[in-house]
């Protein structure tokens, strides 16, 4: 094959051979990978976005507890992706990893429907009044779910960083495609929660759980067979490092040994291979940054001064300064992941609370339609479909003439937007429980399932408001992650991404349970009782409202602190070699211009 026609990143295909830039990648090979991102997001929402109405509805559980294994299971989903990251950066890749977590994936659909689809896997009721499931019942199902969780653990990390592949660093132009590829990869992914939201919501109410289940199954299984329809055009990152996560502990334990030892006056002294290394193997090599100087200690020199630094094998037992400036981004993501967390909580509250708090609403769109109260979360998405064409079509060509930035703003001035945006959403949740406890006092309402006088659309708002939120926040964080990560754990850094959503739906389930249990002590009425309507959800509203407001400030100051990633590009095909220096994101500070 001509190597002047191959890619200047060194991917390759499934048999490890150099692949034909015309021929692979872009955009066209993300076109089989886009519906199945669709697709998926269609089957979780579909369970996810209704699974507290189920629980309650169907397995008869109480409030705080279908909440409580609502935020589990969500949590489950969304830090699995850890360990498929883990054994894609390190073992199997990202396609192979993928492939077998789809396939789990799928029988873990297929069982969820079956589980509610037989009379039997259901409990039964006698004259209205239902027994409770039994414990078969409810490990058949709960088994199901967490099937569907062990399989988003390996596809979730792997599918966007895989598409994410498919566009080479070294070449500008598709460089430059790469830009919108997030944008519009998320997207894809709102198409899929619409339809759930605003379609399977509705059969499962009115048709049967089993359809509603049914439909997005069958939608899985056709998407991974467009999915392996595009193999022969897909591009496969060639792992560089048997072991990335090992590298980390290797600086850690070197720069703990080498504590007492003076550091050099200059980065340049420090241990590091020269650039030829770096354009042999294909490897990126990272700048000194001078953050964290104790682990700079980790590349001192152990005194072989006439090491061969361009070969790993003669040179001291140091670590380099591209494997320690690896280990910093870690921590400077883990700073910023840790600020995720309230904001993952409030998002939370969409598939909960929400959802809860809609079914005491007047629903009714005239005489013969109810709209299910989970259908208004497709209110979040419609919002989320609106905002990307307008952010990535005229927010960000604007915004690039007034600051420079290829994206616009930089990423995490893109977050911090995302969040602000977020405490207003939950300042109007907030006002809106003011006022429902108001009607309810004002019109002396009282049995749990008596319907408040107030129309469900005064949710309206906080729905559209978090939508928006996303676009800044979702995409803005799965970016993040994916740039920001070093070169060999991309995979691994996109779990900082779904383990905050995962951490963050544990956090809700662990605040509903203790504000539920310290608020009934002393015989005292609970924020969030089986009965919404004589309970004080607008307590824990405010509640989460402060706590919002006190993590946006703390996000402001951590955003401040952290130093991106700066790199430079080599071309790893010697005959299209194109040296390219260049720097992701070049704004030292976070939030500042």
């Known amino acids: 094959m001509d190597t002047k026609c191959c890619t200047q990143d060194g991917t390759v295909d499934l048999r490890g051979r150099p692949v034909q830039a015309s021929r692979t990648g872009k955009w066209k090979a993300c076109a089989f990978l886009v519906g199945y991102e669709a697709f998926e997001r269609m089957a979780f929402y579909g369970v996810a976005s209704n699974l507290v109405n189920y629980l309650t509805t169907q397995l008869h559980e109480e409030t705080v507890a279908s909440v409580r294994n609502v935020n589990n299971w969500s949590g489950a989903v969304w830090i699995t992706p850890i360990l498929g990251a883990y054994i894609a950066d390190t073992y199997l890749g990202r396609y192979w990893t993928f492939t077998v977590s789809s396939l789990i994936y799928a029988m873990g659909m297929i069982l969820l429907t079956m589980a509610v689809s037989f009379k039997f ?31 988003a653990g390996g596809t979730k990390p792997n599918i966007s960083t895989f598409g994410a592949d498919q566009f080479d660093d070294y070449n500008p132009h598709e460089k430059k495609l790469k830009v919108s590829f997030f944008n519009w990869w998320m997207f894809s992914s709102f198409l899929g929660a619409l339809f759930a939201t605003l379609c399977l919501v509705y059969i499962q109410e009115n048709f049967g759980w089993g359809l509603g289940y049914g439909i997005p199954a069958v ?8 999915f392996y ?5 897909y591009r496969h990152k060639a792992r560089k490092t048997k072991s990335p996560a090992r ?31 770096y354009i042999q193997t294909g490897k990126r090599q990272v700048h000194h940054t001078p953050v964290l ?8 020199k152990d005194g072989s001064n006439n090491a061969d630094t361009s070969n790993p094998s003669s040179s001291s037992s ?15 993501m883990m700073l910023i992941w840790l600020v995720t967390l309230i904001p993952s909580t409030i998002w939370a509250q969409i598939n909960t609370l929400f959802v809860k708090q809609g079914t005491t609403l007047d629903r009714n769109l005239g005489p013969n339609f109810q709209i299910p109260a989970a259908s208004l979360g497709s209110f979040v998405t419609f919002s989320m479909l609106l905002s990307v064409p307008m952010y990535d079509r005229f927010f960000v060509p604007f915004m690039r003439k007034k600051t420079g930035n290829p994206r ?84 691994l850094g996109t779990t900082f991404f779904t383990s905050g959503i995962g951490v963050g739906n544990f956090l809700n389930s662990f605040l509903v349970t ?17 009965n919404l309507n004589d309970s004080h959800l607008d307590y824990y509203y405010g509640f989460l409202l402060a706590i919002s407001a006190l993590n946006l400030g703390v996000y402001l100051w951590a955003s401040s602190r952290y130093i991106y990633k700066k790199e430079t590009l080599q071309a790893l095909n010697e005959d299209c070699i194109r040296i390219d220096g260049k720097t992701m994101d070049t704004s030292p500070l976070g939030l500042q211009v």
Not at 126 to 149: D, E, M, R, W
Not at 219 to 226: D, E, H, M, R, T
Not at 318 to 332: A, D, N, P, W, Y
């Open 247 to 277: 590298e980390l502990f290797q600086v850690l334990i070197a720069a703990f040994n080498n504590r007492k030892l003076q550091l050099p006056n200059s980065p340049s002294e420090l241990q590091e291979f020269d650039l030829q290394y």
């Open 408 to 491: 616009g703003i930089t990423l995490l001035q893109r977050l911090g937007i995302g969040f602000a945006i977020q405490v207003i959403a939950i300042a109007i949740a907030y006002a809106v429980e003011v006022r429902r406890m108001h009607v309810i006092r004002t019109h002396h309402v009282a049995g749990p399932k008596e319907i408040v006088p107030m129309s469900i659309f005064w949710l309206l708002p906080q729905y559209v408001l978090l939508g928006i939120a996303d676009v800044f926040n979702a995409i803005g964080l799965l970016e993040f992650f994916y740039d920001q990560s070093p070169e060999d754990m991309q995979s």
């Open 514 to 530: 203790m504000v539920d249990k310290i608020t009934v002590t002393g015989g005292g009425k609970s924020w969030i009782g089986n």
């Open 229 to 233: 329809l595009g193999t022969p055009i």
């Open 293 to 300: 100087r104790c682990l700079d200690k980790a590349a001192i």
């Open 219 to 226: 939608g899985l299984l056709v998407s991974l067979f467009i």
């Open 318 to 332: 140091s670590c380099t300064v591209t494997q320690v400036e690896g280990v910093k981004l870690v921590f400077g």
């Open 121 to 151: 896997m259901k409990p039964t009721c006698t004259n209205g009044v239902c027994n409770k499931a039994s414990p078969l019942q409810i490990a058949f199902f709960y088994s199901a779910l967490y099937i569907v969780a062990i399989g």
